[in-house]
Structures are given as structure tokens and as C-alpha cells.
């Protein structure tokens, strides 16, 4: 359990299981299939390229109050249910919102890295702090998991450059220039005009550049991409996203843009975001892998990964909750499914392994959509 090191219960709310919290199905499979799944997961490194590892609260309602006490769980036992190597884990954001209703303010971002830090180093049984690609080799070796910090919203820069260095030096891997709405960085996806990236947006491009983080475009609008990625000196990502050829929605990317990402050696993750993948009732971890099928089809298959944006609890629920003060309700209007099945959390990551098996693909592609294309990404930009 989280902050076990401490005398006192710190959790004020009841959480969420970790395992159980649903019946959770896994992907059926011939024993031969099964024996290759388990093996290729065994063997390779797995990397989420982006996902939340909190726990959510039993009851919704108490959202709130954890979010606002400041010491946000972490699900251990899922963690080391996953076979993960590595993770781009999100750091601030509707969790991480202790001094202010508002999320991404620098001083409650500056809380989470180093309260849930603290906790992550009291848990080396099943997690390691991962800031480079040693780090994800290491944690290959000693089977845990490494633990890069990610945050999806440069609004916490402000107008101040330097804020760029001062972050990483906290640890932050990847840093998305927008979430949704405009920042002094980029617009974002769902912004009311479209300007692109700010003249600031520029010389942060450069900085990130310089200082070796990765820039992530899953939240951007669709001019800002474009000009992000043309002006950096290195590949960019998106660590989360799918295809609007197969689902209309603001959040997707356009087949243009996920060209252009691929073209400059991008790597581009796709969601298992319950609603934003699909508008069918029941979804899955095979509707995830329609837009996977997709990207591997328009870019090829050495620049396509697997970014669940899973976290432990009812990601739903949480959708309606903050989807008004997180600019989400353009992204979200409709919420039909209550989650995605088979990978409903990220503990169930073997499950994207065995649909992968499923669905087709040779074991060396599979290496590369499950870990292999972010390594090499990662070691062409935070080295």
C-alpha cells in the first residue's frame, strides 16, 4: 500500500480495489497462442507509452477531497501485475491539485512529483524511478518497473523558459505543450481558434530540445503539431491518441498529422480511452487495436505503440466528474461504455500482448508495438 512507511493512515478516503474492482476477462487463447503470449510479454521490453498508476477512490464523491489532500495512491499490486518494464507515468493534472481547484499549477505539480516520488522509493520491490534509458533497462534486469515522469500540460511554464530545466531536473521525461485548451506554449486540441504554437512556443521547442525531453503532441491542436514537429531538432510523439479516419473526435489525429509525426521518426501511442475510441456501448481492447491496425496501415509499423491512459478505478466516472474543468466536454460529450474491456486497468497489460497474438501479428512486430518503438524514441531524445 501506498505511504505504508508512515505510522499514521494518511488516505483519508476509502480507495478503490486494485485487482478485482470489476470481473476483469482475459483474451482467450489456444494453448499454443497462450504459451507465445506469455513468452513475447516475458521477454520484451513493454512499455506503456503513457498511463495514470493512482488509485481512484471507492465512491466519486470523495474525489475531491483526495485529490485536494495531496498524497495520491499508487497501485503496486496492479503495477506488478502488468509485466510492464517501463511506463510514461502522468504526474499533476485533476490528481494532483492541492493548493488550488484549478489543475497544472506549478506548486502542486512540484508536490505530486516529490510526494509520490518518496512513495515510489519505499517501493522498490516493485518500481524504480526511470529518467533514462538505462533506467528501463535496469528495471528489465531486476523485473520492476521504471517510473518516467510525464506531464500532459506545459501550462505550469507560464512565460518563464527556464521553468523547462528546473523541471527536469525534477525528473520530467515528456511534456505535452497543451491539454485540450490554449497555453502560453500551443493551442489545444479543443481550443475555439486554432493559432498554432505562441512565438514562446518556439523557443520552448528549442529548450526541450536541448535539454533532451521528449514533446509530446497528444493534446495539441492540429496547427501547433504540425509546427512542433517541424520545428523540432528531434522526434516527437503523441503518447496517447487514435485515428479520427475511424472515429470523429477532436482528441484523434488527422491522417495528415499522424503522417508528418511518422515521417520526422515519431512515435505515435494509441489510447484505450473508454468513449473516445468508439461510440459503441461495449468496447475493448480490440477496438483499441482497430486504430492500432490503422496507424500500422498510414505509417508503418515501427512508428505505432500502445499508450493505454489506463489508471486504477473508474475512469468513466472520473470523465464526468472533471470533464468541465479539465476542457473535456467537446472531447466527451457522450460516455455510452463504462470501460474498455480487457484492459480496464493497467495491471491487465498482458491482455494487449494476447490480442495482439490474436489479432495477427508477427512476434518481432509485436516487440515493436509493445515497447521496442518507444525504447528507440526514447533513446534518440532523453537518451
Not at 498524497?71 to 499533476?92: D, V
Not at 515521417?263 to 501511442?269: D, Q
Not at 479539465?326 to 457522450?334: F, I, R
Amino acid at each position: 500500500m501506498s505511504y505504508e512507511y508512515l505510522q499514521e493512515n494518511v488516505i483519508p478516503v476509502p480507495l478503490c480495489k486494485v485487482v478485482g474492482r470489476i470481473e476483469e476477462r482475459v483474451v482467450e487463447l489456444s494453448p499454443k497462442d497462450e504459451e507465445r503470449a506469455a513468452r513475447l510479454h516475458q521477454e520484451s521490453i513493454v512499455i506503456d507509452f503513457h498511463n495514470h498508476l493512482t488509485v481512484l477512490p471507492e465512491d466519486l464523491k470523495d474525489f475531491e477531497t483526495l485529490a485536494r489532500f495531496g498524497r495520491p495512491a499508487m497501485g503496486y499490486e496492479g503495477i506488478k501485475r502488468s509485466g510492464m518494464t517501463a511506463c510514461l507515468c502522468g504526474f499533476g493534472g485533476s490528481m494532483g491539485r492541492r493548493s488550488s481547484p484549478t489543475p497544472w499549477q506549478l506548486n502542486d505539480l512540484i508536490w505530486d512529483l516529490g510526494i509520490r516520488q518518496a512513495d515510489m522509493d519505499h517501493h522498490q520491490a516493485a518500481v524504480i524511478r526511470g529518467y533514462s534509458v538505462k533506467d528501463i533497462l535496469e528495471a528489465k534486469k531486476s523485473g520492476k518497473t521504471a517510473i518516467i515522469p510525464h506531464i500532459e500540460n506545459a501550462q505550469m511554464i507560464d512565460n518563464d523558459l527556464d521553468r523547462l530545466d528546473m523541471l527536469y531536473g525534477l525528473g520530467i521525461r515528456c511534456l505535452g505543450l497543451s491539454y485540450n485548451s490554449r497555453t502560453t506554449v500551443a493551442d489545444g486540441c479543443t481550443e475555439r481558434t486554432d493559432s498554432g504554437l505562441s512565438s514562446f512556443g518556439f523557443k520552448v521547442i528549442e529548450r526541450m530540445n536541448r535539454l533532451g525531453m521528449l514533446i509530446d503532441l497528444s493534446h495539441s491542436s492540429d496547427l501547433a503539431t504540425k509546427e512542433a514537429v517541424e520545428a523540432s531538432g528531434a522526434p516527437c510523439c503523441c503518447t496517447h491518441t487514435f485515428a479520427q479516419g475511424l472515429h470523429k473526435n477532436p482528441r484523434g489525429r488527422s491522417d495528415i498529422l499522424l503522417k508528418i509525426i511518422a515521417e520526422r521518426g515519431g512515435v505515435i501511442g494509441v489510447a484505450a480511452v473508454p468513449n473516445l475510441i468508439s461510440h459503441k456501448e461495449v468496447q475493448t481492447v480490440f477496438d483499441v487495436l482497430d486504430h492500432l491496425d490503422y496507424f500500422v496501415n498510414l505509417v508503418g509499423i515501427d512508428h505505432v505503440a500502445i499508450g493505454t491512459d489506463a489508471m486504477f478505478g473508474d475512469h468513466v466516472g472520473l470523465h464526468r466528474y472533471i470533464r468541465g474543468f479539465m476542457d473535456m466536454t467537446k472531447a466527451l460529450k457522450e460516455l455510452p461504455a463504462t470501460h474498455i474491456e480487457f484492459i480496464e486497468n493497467p495491471g491487465q497489460w498482458p491482455n494487449i500482448t494476447r490480442a495482439l497474438v490474436a489479432r495477427g501479428y508477427a512476434d518481432d512486430e509485436i516487440k515493436k508495438i509493445i515497447g521496442g518503438n518507444v525504447l528507440r524514441l526514447l533513446q534518440q531524445t532523453i537518451g
